[in-house]
């Protein structure tokens, strides 16, 4: 008998578990503007410019756009 109570307390705290997990998953990536990413994935990558971004920076110049369309390449843009 003690072993079906261990059984059902492992199978509700499994269920506990998976509910919990289930409702702390992040529904939009932090980069994203609202609406920008349909389905989070490991490799999307945002369109560039700042009304991609979720939160519009203070400040936007020439640099920054050639430095965000140039992301994730190794090499800095021209612009420098």
Request: glycine letters at 4%; zero cysteines; aromatic letters at 8%.
């Amino acid at each position: 008998m003690s072993l079906l109570k261990i059984l059902v307390a492992g199978a509700g705290s499994y269920a506990l578990y998976r509910y919990v997990k289930q409702q702390n998953q992040p529904t939009e990536h932090a980069a994203f503007a609202h609406g920008e990413a349909d389905k989070p994935r490991h490799t999307d990558v945002r369109n560039a410019g700042p009304e991609a971004m979720r939160s519009d920076p203070p400040q936007w110049d020439r640099v920054d756009e050639a430095s965000d369309e140039s992301f994730p390449a190794s090499d800095p843009p021209s612009t420098y």
